[in-house]
């Protein structure tokens, strides 16, 4: 059977693999099939019709590839090779992939084989975006200086890029200052149709990825198929190794109607957030279909696809129609590609139109446009969506809520006028809540609960939309006319997505007004969403440390997970770009935005927000006039070439990298030290002790943070012990090149809250041996001296948030041997199975509480040593009174190919052991 068929565009003639002719050949009907699923069937075709298509689908080859053709809403537990097309990596991510891939060459050397084996097979980008800190805002100079100080920070680093750029085939970095990876990858990587040479045909075929960040998933939005993976799996993809899945399930979200005025993309996407997670979406695809998709820019889809993380689904997926090829040559795409996407997705059963049919989903949601609202999310979770109207509410009701219920624990003044249905009138000062005074400007104020001290623009989630972006500017430059001032204790911050967001807000003349509020460009990279929002002014620091306030961030990105924007502001909100710079202008968020002023003018009128909104009108004419298709071109036409900083970091000439053993930041890890040549024999994990028991919700960020390190914690010690002063400590995302600093911070978010230690926030732990608390990284030196394993216990969810290599990476350099959890995050769960750490499920209705776990059990997991995917397998946990709880967990090794990474300790021995045999 073959599949292969020829199309001709502009003369040029293109092979190309034909859905619809699956179908004549008995294998399915095509326009029953969800579009994504439609896209993974026509990767299976080329791999199946390929030279390795028999290795790669195995003996089951033509039922595996008619199971995926006759896909059902409830699927087969089926596993398929996907080829993705390219991978794309940002710097938090990529250098600890490049490290990786660098000791491997050192690895083949140290054998006896030859090192440039070792090479990217599929192509690889690498966007420089996590490193750019905001330590100066609000000044013209602010983004100079953030970049001199970038470069100071991370030299050792972009020299380790630079030089990976030149030495590997296949590679290439997009330089700092240049913009955020998703918001680049809409803008120009991503290509919609890829071309390759291949037997001297050119074969057409949809354009795929996969991507070290879990936002990956924005690139959705123009019908590619992608999504976040760990970077130990990326790097498996870069070597030429298949991403393998199951069969997913396809849940459908059908839009109708168009959004009301007032409301925006952000605001829609917290609405469909909540709507996801309340539904349960994780491990499947989500796909929007229906009329109300031509409603939608590709940037309103963008902003929705970014997001699936957050509402926990594998990705969000918008199929090509006709605003994709709009948004492609608009964005300044060469009309050639242009058209090869328009006459190849039709001709392939690719391209949707308002009258294409429905086609089959596992499960359907509808969600109609017109009933969206402006809303926000927190304050420490991006699916709590808060209507705007009850934000005021919302934050008194979480300010005095119990810590144990995901409050913030404060004692009210007068406790009886708290419950939900006290007035939401009082002030603070009525409260007796007066604040701690704080001197600003020459003048005394006091800063209280609630009060805002970041306000950032910031995230590709947002800056990607010039939409949202025109209607803050727009919204500036009416509160600048009226007189209103940013209050004096926010940092405020403008961090666009990329150069183009700059310069049609100036070409609008936006840019003035956003920067008399401060809002002045402090970087193009990803800044306060990842941590990155720099220190708070020493006054305000001081000042929250005093009162122990509970001091709120607003920022325009997807994450606000505890302790994630900034160690001191425990009340962080997602929200559109107009509504930062209104509750920059507020000062707080206890207020009621839609019956309280903003400010006054200087004659003491009030100032409301209605009377600052855009409207959709002002909004449209704006953009019409300020963005046009080639501030594209110009901005992309250099965008690998950097500026004087990248271009005068020195390259080695070398095809391995040498080693600074001096270095902080870049340190050959030790995976493959000592590695046998075959994989040893799988066997049961006895006599481990349990390291950590946590509750839900614990996200990659609590496992391996990104943001500042510590003075006092072990990361901290040491880089004070290798002379680093703390005022040069950068960042836990800057360092993940350095598994010391890593496995450091493993397990050491602030926030953390370690159930062996009740009211204990930390890295902190229980020494089983002596009984003394102690620091996680300590007590696993001690275990691993007395050939200890470890193992964690935890509730639902666990692993949710980033996809952070680190997060599996450091669990296993701990000694960790097994993670066993009532329901794993699927990013950080594959990320475990290819650290070699073995993550187990509770049974259904069982947990550590039910099974009357303490954590002082000794633990014996059998049935290991002949594992086989999604085995039960028996845990037994013996008491220090000899007496034992024995139950029975679900071995999360999913599909044969994750148990060959298991039984190879992990995704890189695998591929180093193929790569020298």
């Not at 229906?290 to 594998?314: F, K």
């Not at 969000?316 to 590609?337: I, K, N």
């Not at 989903?361 to 999310?377: F, G, H, K, Q, R």
């Not at 600048?480 to 003349?509: F, H």
Request: hydrophobic share 40%.
């Amino acid at each position: 059977m073959t599949t292969r068929a020829t199309l001709s565009v502009e003369g040029q003639p293109y092979t190309y693999y034909s859905l619809p002719a699956a179908e004549t050949q008995g294998l399915g009907r095509i326009d029953r099939l969800p579009f994504s699923i439609r896209v993974l069937l026509e990767n299976m075709l080329r791999v199946a019709e390929s030279p390795d298509g028999a290795t790669l689908l195995g003996a089951e080859a033509e039922a595996t590839l008619r199971a995926l053709a006759s896909w059902q809403p409830q699927p087969e537990p089926r596993e398929i090779p996907l080829m993705p097309a390219r991978v794309i990596l940002q710097d938090f991510t990529g250098v600890p992939c490049i490290v990786d891939l660098v000791a491997m060459r050192n690895a083949m050397q140290e054998r006896g084989k030859d090192p440039q084996r070792i090479n990217p097979v599929v192509p690889a980008d690498l966007v420089i975006d996590h490193s750019v800190q905001v330590d100066y805002f609000g000044t013209q100079y602010a983004f100079f200086l953030n970049v001199e100080k970038e470069f100071e920070r991370n030299r050792e680093r972009y020299m380790l890029l630079r030089w990976a750029q030149r030495a590997f085939d296949g590679f290439r970095v997009v330089p700092p200052g240049t913009g955020i990876v998703h918001q680049v990858n809409l803008e120009y990587l991503g290509k919609v149709v890829q071309t390759k040479q291949v037997n001297g045909e050119v074969v057409a075929f949809p354009d795929s990825l996969v991507g070290t960040d879990s936002h990956t998933t924005m690139i959705n939005a123009l019908g590619i198929l992608g999504w976040g993976v760990g970077g130990i799996e990326a790097e498996a993809v870069m070597l030429g190794q298949p991403y393998y899945m199951l069969i997913p399930q396809v849940v459908g979200v059908k839009l109708t109607g168009e959004l009301p005025e007032g409301a925006t993309a952000t605001d829609l996407v917290l609405t469909v957030t909540q709507l996801l997670r309340k539904k349960g979406v994780v491990d499947k695809f989500v796909e929007f279909y229906g009329p109300g998709l031509s409603s939608l820019t590709v940037e309103d889809r963008a902003t929705i696809a970014n997001m699936a993380p957050e509402y926990g689904a594998t990705m969000g997926f918008f199929p090509v129609d006709q605003r994709t090829l709009e948004y492609l040559r608009f964005t300044g795409r060469h009309e050639s590609l242009v058209r090869l996407v328009e006459a190849y997705c039709k001709e392939n059963a690719l391209f949707r139109t308002d009258e294409t049919p429905d086609p089959e989903y596992s499960d359907t949601l509808e969600l109609d446009l017109s009933t969206v609202e402006p809303s926000l999310a927190g304050p420490k979770r991006p699916h709590d969506r808060v209507p705007l109207r009850e934000m005021q509410a919302s934050f008194r009701k979480a300010l005095y809520t119990p810590i144990r219920e995901g409050g913030f624990g404060l004692q009210p003044h007068e406790p009886s006028r708290w419950d939900d249905e006290s007035p939401v009138e009082d002030t603070p000062a009525e409260r007796g809540e007066v604040g701690v005074p704080v001197v600003l400007e020459g003048e005394e104020t006091f800063l209280k609960h609630g009060d805002v001290v970041i306000a950032a623009i910031t995230s590709c989630t947002n800056t990607s939309n010039p939409a949202v972006m025109v209607a803050a500017g727009l919204l500036a430059k009416k509160a600048v006319e009226r007189g209103l001032q940013v209050k004096p204790w926010v940092k405020t911050s403008l961090a666009p997505g990329s150069r183009v967001v700059s310069d049609y807000l100036a070409n609008a003349g936006l840019l003035p007004y956003l920067e008399a509020l401060r809002f002045h460009v402090v970087g193009y990279g990803c800044t306060t969403c990842i941590g990155n929002s720099g220190p708070l002014p020493p006054v305000i620091s001081e000042a929250v440390k005093q009162g122990d306030l509970v001091v709120a961030a607003v920022l325009s990105g997807n994450r606000n997970f505890e302790a994630r924007i900034n160690p001191q502001v425990k009340a962080n909100y997602l929200a559109s770009p107009p509504l930062v710079v209104a509750y920059a202008l507020a000062g707080t968020v206890d207020i009621d935005l839609q019956r309280d002023p903003l400010g006054w003018d200087p004659n003491g009128n009030p100032v409301f927000l209605k009377d600052l909104w855009p409207s959709p009108q002002e909004v449209r004419e704006t953009i019409a006039r300020a963005l046009q298709s080639e501030l594209f071109k110009h901005r992309y036409a250099q965008v690998f070439d950097g500026d004087e900083h990248w271009r005068s970091l020195p390259v080695p000439d070398s095809e391995v990298y040498e080693w600074d053993a001096n270095s902080t930041y870049i340190q050959r890890p030790p995976y493959f030290d000592g590695m046998p040549d075959a994989p040893p024999a799988l066997s049961d994990i006895l006599g481990a002790r349990v390291l950590a028991i946590f509750g839900d919700s614990i996200t990659t960020d609590h496992i391996s943070p990104a943001g500042s390190i510590p003075v006092d914690s072990p990361a901290g010690q040491y880089l004070i012990q290798h002379g680093v002063d703390p005022r040069d400590f950068n960042t836990y995302g800057s360092r993940r090149g350095n598994h010391e600093v890593m496995i450091r911070g493993t397990f050491a978010n602030i926030r953390i809250k370690n159930l062996l230690l009740p009211g204990v926030e930390g890295g902190y732990t229980i020494h089983w041996d002596t009984g003394e608390r102690t620091t996680i990284y300590e007590a696993c030196q001690r275990y691993k001296a007395s050939g200890t394993p470890l193992v964690v216990l935890a509730g639902k969810e666990y692993g949710s948030g980033s996809s952070r290599d680190w997060a599996a990476k450091g669990t296993a350099l701990l000694g960790v041997r097994a993670v066993i959890a009532e329901s794993f995050e699927r990013i950080h769960r594959g990320n475990l199975v290819g650290m070699g750490v073995l993550p187990l499920q509770f049974m259904p209705g069982e947990n550590v509480q039910s099974l009357g776990l303490t954590g002082e059990e000794v633990f014996h997991i059998q049935g290991i040593a002949d594992l086989t995917p999604r085995k039960t397998l028996t845990v037994r946990a013996v008491k220090p009174d000899g007496s034992e709880r024995a139950f029975q967990v679900l071995a999360r090794v999913d599909t044969p190919i994750e148990v060959e990474y298991y039984r190879h300790g992990g995704i890189l021995p695998m591929v180093l052991r193929k790569m020298m045999s």
